[in-house]
């Protein structure tokens, strides 16, 4: 299974999403193109060194992405199915 279909299964959890630039974004998963851009909404957005900021909708460019951390409470078993 591609990393981008694992991702497209993740649309309305709540996730963490580390930046490169260390940078640490809060949001619920709206979607995620073939290019791994994620698009999420009710973001809190973390930058080392500042205080958070808040947006409505953000889309995160697949390429600056480092991590997705997951919820505990996700159940991988079902996400790792693959449908194809």
Request: glycine share 6%; net charge neutral; aromatic share 2%.
């Amino acid at each position: 299974m591609k990393l981008v279909h694992f991702l497209r299964k993740l649309v309305r959890e709540n996730v963490s999403i580390e930046l490169k630039d260390n940078t640490v974004v809060n949001g619920t998963v709206v979607g995620v193109d073939s290019a791994m851009n994620t698009h999420v909404r009710l973001v809190h957005i973390q930058k080392p060194g500042q205080q958070e900021e808040r947006l409505e909708n953000m889309t995160i460019r697949g390429a600056q992405i480092r991590y997705v951390i997951l919820p505990d409470t996700i159940n991988l078993g079902t996400l790792l199915v693959d449908d194809s």
